[in-house]
């Protein structure tokens, strides 16, 4: 029986997608490029510290040979290059410069292209045969586009090209020829490279203005404002401000321009993660050492206005590797969003963010900019790649920092939502408080209106001649007077005390009440003949006539109670001071005196509510006035503050005091 052969597991759905396809596709056209035929069999350089080496003799001293990109750091010294050309290219593969069976011309292909100056030489043109460069118009050169591009005559011999660079910034070259065709394709892709991170960048930078207009966030324009001038030095660099310049504008604007763009993008750089890093609650050292940061980007744009380019460029140079450091440090400082229980985490707080995450930026940034940095220097060998890794590291970065400004916003979002839903049951349970409350009171105000009307007809119907009368006419007193603090104290939590203020002697009113007393003939009064008021006389006789109760109520049987009252020097205020000494009670807690339903221990065989003095301080402070408890030698004091006069902001809901 012939063996049959199961069939093959089937590819997860990721390996059997049309992805493969695609990434094939480009790997084979970008990687085309590898293949395109470099006609340059042999490199070497001198440097000329003295500046004034001319061809000639540049063809007669010795020089170093070299590989790849030339990468020579700054300095004001020019660089002679010398590339040997053969006819049939390093690879001796002649089908790659021929298309038809006919020759294909030569070009000159150099970058990156934010170079001053470069003069070419060619034995076979008779010397000079051209100046590429910033400071040189585009409009001037045989050709034109994103690189510095120079045609070449063929020769059926190996010959020498030399090159002398002089740049202001960072000496790196990096010298092709190749035949029209390579070069057409080579370009094309550089192209399509080029629109890809301009156009990235672009969205980015609108993503950011956007962002920060629809969610009111400055750390979002100022992430736009970033890309935008990330935007102009990447036109810069990649050469797209050359290939575009125009006609009618000069050259050293060009040059200008580049320089610039690079300070202005450092700049807004080092704003922007100065103000991202703050949303993290930055350090105090790290703030201000990043300002000082920034400061130090302006006087690098003050030396760049002044004519000192260089110095400008590699003080910049510096400053972002600093900014980079500090970053990273600070990185470790930050209060980073952290996973809290819901519970636990305030309305206010950052969202959920692990510290982890912001370090790992800080260090990828770290990492790739000291590399950029080393490599412009001239201290790490340079490639073609690391001639744009800081455009490159520019935009990955600025890809994850939307990844977590966009978790940012989402998690800000939901506890935007999260706090509204909170307010929301707030605001119900408030409701349902409150409506629980008014019932409540409504209870109490219908039960003190029921209970008082009966405890009156009992007074009034109590025979005088009954064993006991003056007994149960006091407990009835007692009754009356909880009941009529219990609904003084809703009425004042209700706000519904009316302020009522006149003209009145209180002399008299004292008199009044000290005869509204249990004992009245135990209170010893020290008064002056008269003494006018103007103030609200109901709710300062409630006053007065809960503190000569509670002194009565209180004091040892028989025992003389303490009242004197003065107008205070200099002031516009009577001082009333009410004394006994202490009963079985004793003293009350100096800090809890005045707290709503507090007694002292010793109290509680007295009838009474722990309602009176803080409804008395209620009161009197609604008058403008105050209450102080002064406790002497064998004395228990209270001393009252009564404004003349109340003021006016007080007699909201009353008459006017005039």
Known sequence: MPLIKPPSPPLPPFLSSQIWRWLLFFYIFFSHSLYAQDFIVEKAWLEDPSGQMGWQEAQAAPM???????????????????????????????????????????????????????????ALGGGLIGVLGDRQHPKLEDMRGLDYLLPLARSTEARDIWLKLSSRSTRQVYVEVLSLHDLSKAQLQQSLFVSLYLGISLVLMVWGWVAGRLQREKVLSYFSMMQFFGLLYG????????????????????DGAGSLFVLLTVASGIW??????????????????????????LLNLVLLLVGQVRPA?????????????????????????????????????????????????????????????????????????????????GLVTSILLV???????????????????????????????????????????????????????????????????????????????????CTQTLRLGDGKLEITPRVFDLVDMLNSATAATTHPEYIAAQLPQTLPLCTDPKLLFIIISNLLENACKYAPPQATIGLDCRVMP?????????????????????????????????????????????????????????????????????????????????????????
């Not at 690879?91 to 001053?116: C, F, K, M, N």
Request: proline letters at 5%; a positive charge.
């Open 64 to 122: 170093q040979s070299f590989e790849g990109v030339l990468n020579r750091g700054f300095s004001n010294a020019p660089l002679w290059i010398r590339v040997r050309v053969a006819p049939t290219g390093i690879s001796h593969i002649s089908h790659v410069s021929h298309l038809g069976g006919v020759e294909q011309p030569l070009a000159l292909r150099l970058r990156p292209a934010y170079v001053d100056r470069i003069e070419v030489f060619d």
């Open 235 to 254: 036109m810069s660099s990649l050469g797209v401000l050359h290939l575009l310049w125009p006609d009618w504008l000069d050259a050293a604007l060009l």
């Open 272 to 297: 922007f993660h100065l103000q991202f890093l703050q949303t993290f609650h930055l350090a105090p050292w790290a703030l201000r050492l990043l300002q000082a940061l920034l400061g130090v980007t």
């Open 313 to 393: 460029l590699q003080l910049n140079i510096l400053v972002v590797i600093c900014a980079a450091v500090l970053m990273f440090l600070a990185s470790f400082f930050t209060r980073a969003w952290v996973q809290q229980p819901h519970h636990l985490q305030p309305v206010a707080s950052g969202p959920d963010f692990a510290k982890i995450w912001l370090v790992g930026l800080y260090t990828l940034l770290l990492v790739v900019l000291l590399i950029t940095t080393t490599t412009i220097m001239g201290w790490l060998k340079a490639t073609q790649w690391s001639m744009y890794i800081s455009l490159i590291q």
């Open 403 to 485: 990844m977590m400004l966009q978790f940012r916003a989402y998690t800000q979002k939901q506890q935007r939502q999260q706090a509204l839903l909170a307010l929301e049951s707030s605001r119900l349970q408030v409701l349902h408080e409150q409506a629980a409350r008014e019932e409540h009171e409504k209870l109490l105000m219908m039960l003190a209106h029921e209970i008082k009307n009966p405890l009156a007809t009992i007074h009034l119907r109590l025979p005088t001649n009954l064993q006991g009368n003056t007994a149960i006419g006091l407990a009835l007193r007692e009754m009356n007077e909880v009941i009529e603090r």
């Open 570 to 658: 200099n002031q516009a205020m009577a001082r009333l001071r009410i004394c006994n000494p202490p009963g079985k009670a004793g003293y009350p807690d100096a800090k809890r005196v005045f707290d709503k339903y507090y007694r002292s221990p010793q109290a509680q065989r007295v009838s009474g509510t722990g309602l009176g003095l803080y409804l008395v301080r209620s009161l009197i402070q609604l008058l403008g006035g105050d209450i102080y408890y002064q406790p002497k030698d064998e004395q228990i004091c209270f001393v009252l503050h009564i404004p003349l006069r109340l003021p006016q902001h007080q007699g909201v809901g009353g008459e006017d005091a005039n």
